[in-house]
């Protein structure tokens, strides 16, 4: 993986990107349609008369119909087999689904409401926050979706077990991950600092007109100057960076003040597409990874405001996906295939040959933490 910057009127390869709808086609041959859930079931009347919409536009329906319901509301999801947008409701019907349907989207009534789930996950992080575990709210189940990996075993599965029983019935699920969950720091050939590896994220402009790029948080605690090149010359500075805690993200600035970062990414072979915004995540949302370890990967978002416990310490409100990723792919930028940033690789389980379960920041939050933008490449 290559992405590009421009320094002083020659084009050199560093890093950040998007792939675009041209390049779609053959990206994305397997993208990964939603499932309907199992509780309650979406209201089929409803589903038949609902508007189709683009994966990009998903979040934003999502949120209005979040803000109009309130207390009502219980998570959403995109159903990419029939482009809707499916929205629990705990009253399990009334005006909350007549609201959703009036809207466009597929009212489904289920148990638990958003607020229940999230008291649960604030229990699993005072009482169960173990390193080798994560959890996400899980709209497809209305359950929270607890991950275990392979680390967590005794007295540390018997912790997770019963915090997951004393939630209460149907409230939370635990799977067991292949393999364990650790930030995907080391491999890779995009930047160097330190003695690690990371990918670039995007280009980005600082709030004072600067050149800069976002990458994984722990990449930037890892070292304060990254180059392009093994032992290279630095090209890039740390600003600030968040690992762990609320979040996995850093800001680096260019060194070189002339440096312009356009906002796209070398895809291979010759293919470089835009990235046009930032854009948040959704459940069943189909997107992109590019990582300077293995390249491109596709899949879709499977939870949202996810909690990982790395053994280096807890890293909360992240994306969840079922896409994979490598050591050195972290801080690779995840996106769709319209050119909407979406996320930063943080980490996860397992690799490209099995799955498993990554990780991202959400590119939303660390532009709005460090006071940067992503500029239209348009």
């Avoid at 005794?154 to 915090?163: I, N, P, V, Y």
């Avoid at 909360?316 to 979406?342: H, W």
């Avoid at 799955?355 to 920041?361: K, N, P, S, V």
């Amino acid at each position: 993986m290559s992405h590009r910057r421009i320094s002083k009127g020659k084009a050199v390869l560093a890093g950040a990107g998007a792939v675009g709808v041209a390049a779609a086609a053959v990206l994305l041959p397997n993208a990964n349609a939603s499932q309907s859930g199992t509780d309650g079931g979406a209201d089929g009347g409803a589903g038949r008369n609902a508007r189709t919409v683009s994966a990009a536009s998903a979040p934003e329906l999502v949120a209005k119909l979040s803000a109009q319901l309130g207390e009502d509301y219980a998570g959403a999801y995109y159903d990419a087999g029939t482009k809707q947008v499916v929205v629990n409701v705990a009253d399990g019907g009334g005006e909350s689904a007549s609201r959703v349907r009036d809207a466009g989207a597929v009212p489904r009534g289920v148990r638990h409401s958003m607020g229940e789930l999230r008291s649960a996950t604030g229990t699993l992080s005072r009482d169960a926050a173990v390193p080798g575990t994560a959890w996400a709210v899980d709209p497809r189940t209305n359950q929270i979706l607890v991950t275990a990996d392979t680390t967590v075993t005794g007295a540390r599965w018997d912790t997770l077990e019963s915090t997951v029983r004393s939630l209460g019935d149907g409230v939370a699920r635990i799977q067991k991950s292949a393999g364990e969950f650790k930030p995907f720091l080391d491999g890779g050939d995009a930047i160097f600092g330190g003695g690690a590896r990371c990918s670039l994220g995007f280009n980005v402009t600082t709030q004072d007109g600067a050149s800069g790029f976002l990458t994984a948080g722990h990449c930037g605690v890892a070292a304060e100057q990254w180059s392009e090149d093994q032992n290279g010359a630095p090209v890039g500075t740390v600003q600030a960076a968040t690992f762990p805690g609320d979040g996995d993200f850093a800001l680096l600035t260019y060194d070189d003040p002339a440096t312009e970062a356009p906002s796209e990414v070398d895809v291979g072979n010759g293919r470089s597409v835009p990235i046009s915004q930032a854009g948040e995540a959704a459940v069943g949302l189909e997107v992109v990874r590019m990582g300077s370890t293995t390249g491109l990967s596709d899949g879709s978002v499977t939870g949202l405001d996810a909690t990982v416990n790395y053994a280096e310490g807890s890293v909360s409100g992240l994306i969840q996906t079922n896409v994979c990723a490598e050591p050195g792919d972290s801080g690779g930028p995840l996106f769709t295939a319209d050119g909407t940033a979406i996320g930063l690789t943080s980490g996860g389980s397992g690799d490209c040959t099995v799955g498993g379960e990554t990780f991202f920041q959400p590119v939303p939050t660390a532009l709005a933490a460090v006071g940067a933008e992503i500029l239209s490449a348009g």
